[in-house]
Structure formats: C-alpha cells, structure tokens
C-alpha cells in the first residue's frame, strides 16, 4: 500500500465499524469495508461477533491470510497487503462484477483461464474448496477471472499429515468438477472428451446432491 500507515488504516476501520460507515458487503462471518484514498483503493475484511464466535472469526481471516503468504505472486487472485492487529485482512479493491451476475464476453478465454490459475494454486499447495459459489468469481474489467474468498482453502502440509492431504486432494478435485459446472452451465451432457476426464463428482457432491433432491420434491 503506498503512503499508507497501517496505524492510520487501523483507526479508519474501527471508526467505520462504530459507527457503520463504507461496508460493500456482510455476512456472519464479519463484514467487508471498502477504503479509497488518493492513492490506494483497498477491501478489508474484519471479524464479526464477540467471545468465541468472534474468535473462530479472526481464525478464519488468520488462515486465509496464510492461504495468501502461500500464494505468493498470483494474478488470479486479489493482492494481500497483509493483516492489521492480526485481525482485519487488507486486500486490493479489483473493478468487476461475479458471474452470478454477469457473465464474461468470450466465456471460452475466460474459463481456459480460470482452468490456468486452478492448475496454479495447485501447483501452489492450494485448493480453493468453494468455486462452485459463483460469488466467488469476478468478471474483472478486462474480462478476465479474478477468484475471491479463500476462507474455505486448504494447504496442503508437507510431510505426514493424511487428513490433510485427503481434504487437499478432495478440494482440488471440488476445484475441476466447480470449473466444469460453470463452464458448461450445469449441462453435463455437453462436456468435451478432453474436459470429462476433469470432472468427476466426489462422495460429498453426491450425497449433497440425493440430499438437495429430497428436499425439492
């Protein structure tokens, strides 16, 4: 962040927490501020709640701030600018729209590329977990995939950590059958043969699925 105090920047999102000033958005988790300066235009997400529910909160942003520091140098994802008093996590403000509500121009660009960036954050150690929400993904500007909201993200451990690695495995392939569903607009019968080696629906979609079924007859 240029010419940003990080004490000044703390101040500002406790008084606009007080008093209900510059929210984009909110959830139960917490809510999203959105902080534009002469020379820095920033979201920072805080914690929502008090005792132990505000705890579990900042946990969250703690972890999805390792996801971030695990990211690195990764232009499918907003930057991380850091985290404040280890609470309130800095991220770029990026100009777009989900494609809950729009959808991009040249959906084949868009997802080849959004299939780049998967591959990447694997590559990384990352899975996203949540791609299916189609919240989680922006429309930038130049019509290109910007993936939002790691909260649910695994990293995978090094060394001997099976749980772990299973739900890493797990997510990665949430990942590719989420990348599939948007890609093809839930119609499964379209699927390529070079994409249907990607999609391939885990235990839990399958359970999820019989148990949404029930419910909408």
Not at 20 to 31: R, T
Not at 50 to 72: D, P, T
Not at 180 to 208: G, Q
Request: with cysteine.
């Amino acid at each position: 962040m240029e010419n940003l105090d990080e004490a000044v920047l703390k101040q500002w999102i406790e008084e606009s927490l007080a008093t209900g000033s510059h929210v984009l958005a909110a959830g139960y988790q917490g809510q999203t501020l959105v902080y534009e300066g002469e020379h820095n235009h920033v979201v920072i997400k805080t914690p929502h709640g008090k005792g132990l529910a505000r705890r579990f909160h900042k946990k969250m942003l703690r972890h999805e701030y390792a996801v971030y520091q695990q990211l690195g140098d990764f232009d499918g994802a907003p930057t991380c600018y850091g985290l404040i008093d280890n609470q309130y996590l800095v991220l770029e403000y990026v100009d777009g729209r989900t494609i809950r509500t729009k959808r991009p121009l040249d959906e084949d660009e868009f997802h080849r590329k959004l299939f780049s960036h998967i591959r990447t954050m694997h590559a990384r150690n990352v899975a996203h977990m949540d791609l299916k929400r189609k919240d989680n993904l922006l429309v930038r500007g130049n019509e290109m995939p910007c993936i939002l909201d790691f909260g649910a993200a695994v990293i995978k451990k090094k060394g001997f950590h099976p749980f772990n690695q299973y739900r890493f495995r797990l997510g990665k392939q949430f990942d590719y059958n989420a990348w599939i569903k948007h890609k093809y607009h839930n119609r499964m019968r379209d699927i390529s043969m070079f994409d249907r080696k990607y999609y391939k629906p885990t235990w839990v979609e399958l359970i999820a699925g019989t148990i949404k079924g029930l419910y909408a007859d």
